[in-house]
């Protein structure tokens, strides 16, 4: 099995995610980053979702991705659910 393989199986939604942040899946295996963590609100309803993305990643695909001034991309709270075509945003 190669290490593409083997990324890809721990890590199944990298798919998904390399979708919603608009790069390829290659790309996004590349990339060195936290994992997706939920934001809720007081009653414990999940708002959204973020990611930090670290700075020491391949210039040519931190330019393709839409980070805040902390490397940080959010994604909408639906974008995790099946059958959506939720966004990231920063």
Known sequence: M??????ILFD???GKVATLLGIELEEYLQLHHSEITPVKDTSGEIVKYFMVIRAL???DILRKLKLNRF???YFSPDAFDPGESAK???
């Not at 190669?2 to 990324?7: D, E, F, M, T, V």
């Open 57 to 59: 990643n391949p210039a």
């Open 88 to 90: 990231a945003s920063n």
């Open 12 to 14: 199944p939604m990298a």
């Open 2 to 7: 190669n290490s593409l393989a083997k990324r």
């Open 71 to 73: 490397g940080m991309v």
